[in-house]
């Protein structure tokens, strides 16, 4: 583990970073942000995961959802998040522009969305319906070699906002019509991964529902964040 000693690390960032066993001693942290996978945090003594995930669960009953074992759950849990997607691409239709802008050098609402195209062909269609059919070519993938820009993607296009929504609902549409004939024993299966080296390579032996869950994480996770960076756009024109 690197040892830091009096170091002065105000403002650092650090993104896309493994600090799993991180020790911080005796420091300063003010006005600090922590966005990310986080279990057995403790802070001063104190486990404080578990009052974070619930005070999450109470703004966004969606999740609790998300965690269920029951199709009907998991099939509201996705209905609540394709609307509340429907909602965002509408407020981002009464700013012609905002879909571009970035914040804090974060992806922009129509990367957010290429991204989540990528998601469901990855996730859902290769690891709970076994295709190996390639990827939407407007998707975004990971950053990681060879994955970056394989299996159908082309990072050379540059679609607009209704193209990628228009994508979108296609997508929801077939996720929608599965889960409303999908059952609890399907769910539970061993999720049907090709054996081939496309992404995502670490799903083979997870459950079908695991890979859904994945699906609908992140279409959670990424409407938060975008939701909240449009709000800081907003801000500052309006400052």
């Not at 099939?75 to 879909?99: K, M, V």
């Not at 129509?110 to 269609?125: A, E, G, I, K, P």
């Amino acid at each position: 583990m690197t040892r830091y000693v009096d170091e002065d690390l105000h403002g650092a960032e650090f993104r896309e970073c493994d600090l799993t066993g991180a020790r911080l001693i005796g420091v300063v942290m003010q006005d600090a942000v922590i966005d990310g996978l986080v279990t057995n945090l403790v802070v001063n003594g104190v486990e404080v995961t578990g009052y974070v995930e619930a005070e999450l669960d109470r703004r966004h009953p969606e999740r609790v959802l998300i965690r269920s074992e029951d199709p009907a759950d998991l099939r509201e849990a996705s209905r609540q998040l394709h609307a509340d997607w429907a909602a965002t691409t509408e407020r981002i239709h009464r700013t012609p522009g905002i879909e571009r802008r970035s914040v804090n050098d974060e992806w922009s609402a129509v990367q957010t969305l290429r991204h989540l195209v990528f998601v469901h062909d990855s996730w859902f269609r290769r690891c709970c319906l076994g295709s190996t059919e390639l990827f939407t070519p407007m998707g975004i993938g990971p950053t990681v070699e060879p994955y970056r820009e394989a299996h159908g993607l082309d990072l050379s296009l540059d679609p607009d906002l209704d193209e990628i929504a228009s994508v979108r609902a296609a997508q929801t549409a077939e996720l929608q019509a599965w889960l409303d004939e999908v059952t609890a024993g399907q769910l539970a299966a061993r999720a049907p991964v090709p054996g081939d080296d496309v992404w995502p390579p670490y799903a083979r032996g997870r459950s079908v529902q695991q890979c859904l869950r994945t699906v609908l994480n992140e279409t959670f996770e990424h409407h938060r964040f975008c939701v909240r960076d449009l709000g800081l756009i907003e801000a500052q024109d309006a400052g």
